[in-house]
């Protein structure tokens, strides 16, 4: 593989009248996270899908594992691997069973398929769920065996839409430790996800789409410094935040809001100065479309 495991330059995707992309640049190194913030509707699904094949762009170059989309298909495919999609869970099989038969619709031998899917058990902690019917699984068991069900022939760059909506903490963190540990492994990970904190702890870099643009691409530290300075937050008597107010991050700056808020704020508000957040991150590219950044 090159270098660069996801390259797209100037892609473009409508459904009808609707511009969903809008010319999206985008360049991911190969073994990196790659996580891509947006809100509801901002088109991330759409740009995995073309990444994965399963949708044809309008416009623009967009190369995976080297190959390109539209006119090498099938090494795109032999490249990626896509949760949820390719990867058909039966709900009245065991996971075991899933596994050992996806492996032999994949290509491997009876032997192969059971030694991977050992393999595949322990790594996401399925030993002993492996003999029970998959409809009896709760929401985690069934996302780490979509995940495994995903890994049985191992590619190189891994599209994950949202891999931990709808699940707890608990199995939200098991999942985000696979996920780092896919990565220490050599593989590219892309995924889509509306959890800050998760593009925070997951990803290297982190791009965020806005308006059928990428509005911002950076590391997750890049992009708070780039929100600004040390952040102001009011909070009233049962500690809640009321209000909060960007800051440069200087001495002169801090002194002189706190200066002005105390002559309008109800006495004994109280104050927490804190760095900017993804959640920052996340406003100030999101509800000003024209803010922009590329690192
Ligand atoms: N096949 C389709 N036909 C018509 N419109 C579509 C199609 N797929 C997506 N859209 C529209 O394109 C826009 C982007 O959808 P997409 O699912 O890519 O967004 P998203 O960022 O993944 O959103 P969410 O976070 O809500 O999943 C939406 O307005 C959606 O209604």
Known sequence: ???????????????????????INLSVPAGTV??????????????????STLITPDEGKVRVGGYDVLTQQDQVKQTISLTGQFAAVDEVLSAEENLIMIGRLSGLTTAESRQRTVELL??????????????????????RLDLAISLVVSRPVIFLD??????????????????KQLAKNGMTVFLTTQ???????LADRIGVINGGRIVAVGSSEELKSHVGGE??????????????????????????TLNELVRSVPVGTRVNIRRPSMDDVFVAFTSNAKETMHA
């Open 1 to 23: 593989m090159n270098q660069m495991a996801i390259e797209v330059s100037n892609l473009r995707k409508n459904f009808g009248k609707q511009i969903v992309l809008n010319g």
């Open 34 to 51: 790659f996580a891509l913030l947006g809100p509801n509707g901002a088109g991330k699904t759409t740009l995995i899908h073309i990444l």
């Open 122 to 143: 322990k790594a996401f902690d399925l030993v002993d769920a492996a003999k029970k019917k998959v409809k009896t699984y709760s929401g985690g068991m069934r996302r």
């Open 162 to 179: 949202e891999p931990t909506t709808g699940l707890d903490t608990i199995s939200r963190r098991a999942l985000w430790e696979i996920i």
């Open 195 to 201: 959890y800050l904190e998760e593009a925070d702890q």
């Open 231 to 256: 952040v102001i937050e009011l909070l009233n008597a049962d500690d809640e935040v009321i209000h909060t107010i960007p800051t440069s991050g200087s001495i002169e700056d801090i002194s002189r």
